[in-house]
């Protein structure tokens, strides 16, 4: 019995030593910063902003669980912005106003995301793909100004996400590397007509180690 | 760099850049992009009934609760362009001593102590602005059909409102068959009083004398 329990004890030991030693040398933490294109789908884009948005960043601090899945946080920004020429809307049956509308939405996603990179990170290779999902909230402020005067709403919401790109190591010996990838973002709205404000996003960024 | 400073760290860069590429509307828009124009009517009432019209002397200035009778270069500007657009219009001007089928007023509105001038609050005090008695009425009523829209004020405003005085006799009140109300940038300036009338005007192709 002694001589089991010694044995069992060793393997753990063994075990233990084995995954810390992997974490070591993949590198257990990495940063990302990202630029970040947006584009407007759905009701968001037919109803309300229908330019794409030049304006966001993002950044990421990722865990490497394995080699091939990590795990962490993403928060980013963006601003989305559209300015309607005058017209004349009517607000009621009997009730009409004439002005230049300019919508104003900017959106700061907190997520909890999961990468997973089938091909495990492997230096040899130079183009390593990946896909991810996350999932978190969204920190929005929606403002709708008619002329000079706004109504605004800022409110946290419920957004998931999913994304696919590849990243491109500086070098077979670095483990930094350059990424390109899209998501597809679905951030739950529901005011003024509005369904949801989701996005195509593409982004591009650098991924390097703590 | 402490490795619990790298998650507020990013959040603050991100903010940072956040802060210095919002667009802000109000920075993108010119005085006239800045203004609206509101117009309520009486969908019961037939504007083609009525053929002439008079219009009151002077403007009731509405600050902090209170309403005076004033006639500035602007305000007479504004009584001009009234006059003008219901001429255009096929009405007739008359006195007001030639019974009128119509009565224009003119108000300003300015910022009140509470910060605001609510529709209802405004129509409700109207008897204190245009005393009935002015119109030849005394003792009347002014109504204002329920279904115009509810808005409010924050600061100064341009108000044009049209009586039913021809149905004064036998309705025992004065009916407010239509307003107008001029918000934004710039508004209290004799050289846009035509501008913003014609405005009001344009959004409501159904004044109109048969």
């Known amino acids: ?210 | 760099m402490r490795k619990s400073m790298i998650l507020p760290g990013l959040a603050a860069l991100i903010m940072l850049i956040a802060a210095s590429c919002t667009k802000d509307p109000l920075k993108d828009m010119t005085a006239e992009d800045s203004r609206i124009y509101i117009t309520n009517y009486d969908s019961t009432a037939n504007f083609g009934s009525y053929k002439t019209f008079s219009i009151a002397d002077s403007v009731a200035v509405i600050d902090n609760g209170r309403a005076t009778k004033e006639i500035s270069v602007t305000d007479q500007a504004y009584l001009d362009a009234v006059k003008k657009y219901m001429q255009q219009q096929g009405y007739v001007l008359v006195n007001k001593s030639q019974s009128p089928d119509l009565g224009l007023n003119v108000n300003r509105i300015y910022r009140t102590s509470t910060g605001v001038v609510s529709y209802p609050d405004y129509w409700g005090y109207y008897g204190g602005y245009w005393d009935p008695y002015y119109w030849g009425y005394p003792g009347y009523g002014y109504y204002v059909p329920y279904s115009y829209a509810v808005y409010s004020v924050t600061e100064g405003a341009i108000s044009v409102d049209m009586l039913d005085l021809k149905s004064a006799k036998t309705t025992n009140k004065i009916s407010i068959i239509w307003t107008g109300t001029i918000r934004g940038s710039g508004i209290l300036n004799a050289s846009v009083a035509d501008s913003q009338v014609k405005a009001l005007f344009d959004q409501s192709p159904y004044i109109k004398a048969n």
């Open chain 1, 1 to 210: 019995m002694k001589r089991r329990i010694i044995n069992i004890t060793a393997m753990l030991a063994v075990l233990v030593g084995v995954s810390l030693s992997a974490q070591a040398q993949k590198g257990a933490v990495k940063m990302g910063l990202y630029y970040d294109y947006s584009m407007p789908i759905g009701s968001f884009k037919s109803d309300y902003i229908s330019n794409g948005s030049p304006r966001g960043v993002g950044g990421e601090i990722m865990y490497n669980l394995s080699r091939q899945w990590g795990l962490g946080l993403n928060v980013a920004w963006q601003d989305y912005y559209q300015k309607y020429p005058r017209a004349i809307y009517s607000l009621d049956k009997n009730q009409d106003i004439s002005a230049v509308v300019t919508n104003s939405v900017q959106s700061a996603p907190i997520l909890i995301k999961t990468v997973f990179s089938p091909l495990g990170n492997d230096r040899r290779t130079m183009i390593q793909p990946y896909i991810s999902a996350a999932a978190g909230l969204n920190l929005l402020t929606n403002s709708q100004y008619l002329g000079q005067f706004n109504s605004s709403d800022a409110s946290a919401r419920f957004m998931a996400q999913a994304g696919a790109g590849v990243q491109i190591p500086f070098s077979k010996l670095s483990n930094s590397a350059f990424f390109v990838g899209a998501t597809y973002n679905y951030i739950s709205y529901n005011k003024n007509g509005l369904n949801n404000f989701n996005t195509i996003d593409l982004q591009a960024g650098v991924r390097f180690p703590l």
